[in-house]
């Protein structure tokens, strides 16, 4: 009779009765011996737990169904209730360990699916026809132009890193959902939003750099289609790469500012032999070639301001000119001559790219 008075209540509560399956008995026999539920009923209200979770009912009204169970078979049962709220609060424990196990599994699964997911839109390694129907379940329509902006900062970050959680929050804060994943790849943050909404990039690449301790933000131009993800991510790294090279400091770089530099490096001999031809005869300076490749890296950055370039290098405007003058003699091109500069200053972009004179060009 209790049994059928515990069931009823679970009906109540909405909860099904297998879910509440021989609790009633538990607690009669609970409260006659004044013994504790044994190993196998303590997993056997676990596994209701679980079956629980997976159907998806709520833990609040299962806890409250066996309440309510205990609730109504409490004038029929033997013994005290002390008794009783023992063993209930042994089987309420155990069904919401149960329950709580469940769910961490589905979270696991969860995590692994959208793990799985990420890397192969970043690898284009899936069928892109199936890609973009997972896309949809992380609010992604491949369909549609999309631009990827990937962090690297001083550390390593992973999908539970609070400096992604922190940058996550601020673009939802200011965004809400707007179709924009943000996750993390080899240590990087990446930040998947479309093409259309630059403001969102511009957006998370203020709150990154400061969440980064002064992470540097490259941003790839927006590409369509279902591989479009992975040609935007794949031109972002490349800027990431291209930045260390020419060592470049800018807190955000754009891909799309920055498209000659590929075209220069396309053809890798092509770069090399007139790296050697036009800069080549600098290696027979006193100190090597370093010291006056230096000086026109500098004059070509800051535009050839020639006080401007000495300033930087700590070097009399005369001293500066000196130096100048031997790269003439040298290599017979005048760095402040029009005809000459975009050669040498191609060369000097080659050579930063190829590592020379630290790499020798036929390596």
Do not use: N
């Amino acid at each position: 009779m209790s049994g059928a008075t515990g069931v009823r209540a679970g009906g109540a509560a909405g909860i099904p009765e297998a879910y509440l399956a021989g609790y009633a008995e538990i607690l009669a026999d609970v409260c006659a011996t004044g013994r504790r539920l044994t190993r196998d009923e303590l997993e056997t209200r676990r596994t209701l737990g679980e079956r629980a979770a997976d159907a998806g009912l709520g833990l609040r009204a299962l806890v409250g169904a066996h309440l309510a169970a205990a609730r109504a078979a409490w004038p029929s049962l033997p013994g005290d209730a002390d008794s009783l709220l023992a063993g209930m609060q042994q089987a309420v424990d155990a069904v919401a360990e149960g329950y709580e196990r469940a769910q961490r599994q589905a979270v696991r699964q969860e995590e692994a699916a959208r793990r799985e997911f990420i890397d192969d839109l970043l690898h284009g390694r899936s069928d892109l026809g199936r890609l973009a129907e997972r896309a949809e379940r992380f609010g992604l329509r491949l369909a549609h132009s999309h631009a990827v902006a990937v962090v690297r900062g001083p550390g390593v970050y992973d999908e539970g890193d609070p400096v992604a959680r922190q940058v996550e929050r601020a673009l939802i804060a200011r965004f809400h959902d707007r179709g924009i994943l943000l996750t993390t790849k080899d240590g990087c943050l990446v930040c998947v939003v479309p093409g259309d909404q630059p403001e969102v990039l511009t957006h998370f690449a203020k709150h990154s750099h400061a969440a980064t301790d002064g992470g540097q933000v490259a941003v790839g131009r927006a590409q369509s289609g279902p591989g479009g993800v992975v040609q935007s991510y794949e031109e972002a790294l490349g800027v990431l790469d291209l930045a260390e090279r020419l060592e470049l400091d800018e807190p955000v770089l754009y891909a799309a500012d920055l498209l000659v530099y590929p075209v220069l490096t396309r053809d890798r001999q092509a770069m090399a032999d007139l790296v050697e031809a036009t800069l080549g005869p600098l290696t027979s300076a006193r100190g090597g070639a370093r010291p006056l490749l230096e000086t026109l890296t500098v004059y070509f950055d800051c535009g050839c301001v020639a006080a401007e370039a000495a300033r930087r290098l700590s070097l009399s405007v005369r001293a500066f000119t000196y130096r100048l003058a031997r790269i003439e003699q040298l290599t017979g091109a005048d760095p402040t001559d029009p005809a000459h500069r975009y050669m040498l200053q191609t060369a000097v972009i080659g050579a930063r790219l190829l590592g020379w004179p630290t790499t020798p060009l036929g390596s």
